[in-house]
């Protein structure tokens, strides 16, 4: 049965707002915890500009479920990674200016190089996953990389406006994840997903998890972070294995 991981970046994007101590990402995650969510996520990003080492610390030292950390592949990454040891780390590229992670990870060329900088985190027993895009040559190359996963990156479905093209984007992302299992990558969705458009993936088989912020916190507002989380997560549970 596919899972939900709520991401809990967004509460820390608000604290930062005003540099305080309100919200507590570290409250939310347990509270998404208690609501259904299977795991938390965050992404410790080299600039912080929202979730904080001590967020990470103190949610992988407080969560009864599971900690994923989303990261850069870089050395400091590593080492964090190394000490504060997640369930599971899952490379994402970073650039300064973005928004949010815009786009996924470039695996093909890099597939020693990303072998090379996962072989440690293995070796502490920490599970991997590479954020890419639904195309067949960089599933192909984070295959080779020996990474337990991917996520493939749903964000280009989620923003597409017209129907047309948010259907060729779906189309991808479902022959995406056909290669991926077929070649035997275990495949996590996310980015962009929510309420409605996660709906398409309902009868997609074998996804493993689905990984969700925006959504859950922008609803969160108006109707509480126990019910956003609760809806999504039995949402999720009525999916196909
Ligand atoms: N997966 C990855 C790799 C991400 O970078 C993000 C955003 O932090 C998400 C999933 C969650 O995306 P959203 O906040 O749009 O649900």
Redesign the pocket.
């Known amino acids: 049965m596919p899972v939900l991981v709520v ?1 809990v ?2 509460v820390a994007t608000l604290r930062q707002a005003r540099m305080g101590i309100e919200p507590e990402p570290v409250t939310a995650a347990y509270m998404a915890e208690m609501a259904g969510a299977t795991g938390i ?1 965050v ?1 410790l990003r080299e600039d912080r500009r929202h979730i904080q080492d001590r967020d990470v610390e103190l949610i992988k030292k407080t969560c009864n479920t599971r900690l994923h950390l ?1 990261m850069a592949a870089t050395g400091e990454m590593q080492k964090i990674a190394g000490e504060i040891k997640p369930e599971m780390v ?1 490379l ?1 590229p970073e650039k300064r200016q973005e928004l ?2 815009e786009g996924g990870l470039n695996c093909i060329g890099r597939e020693t190089e990303l072998a090379d900088y996962l072989a440690p985190l293995h070796a502490k027993g920490i599970r991997s996953s590479l ?1 890419i895009d639904a195309d067949p040559k960089q599933i192909e190359a984070a295959r080779a990389t020996g990474a337990e996963f991917i ?1 493939i990156h749903t ?1 280009h479905y989620a923003d597409a406006k017209e129907y047309a093209a948010r259907q060729e984007e779906l189309a991808k992302i479902l022959e995406g994840i056909r290669l991926a299992q077929g070649i035997g990558l275990k495949v996590n969705l ?4 929510n309420y409605r458009n996660i709906l398409a993936f309902k009868d997609v088989s074998g996804i493993s998890e689905y ?5 859950i916190m922008a609803r969160a507002i108006y109707v509480g972070l126990d019910r956003a989380v609760g809806d999504m997560a039995e949402l999720v549970r009525t999916f196909a294995d």
């Open positions: 991401n970046d967004h996520i992404h989303e899952c994402v949010t992670t954020f996520e964000g996310g980015h962009g997903l990984s969700i912020g925006h959504a």
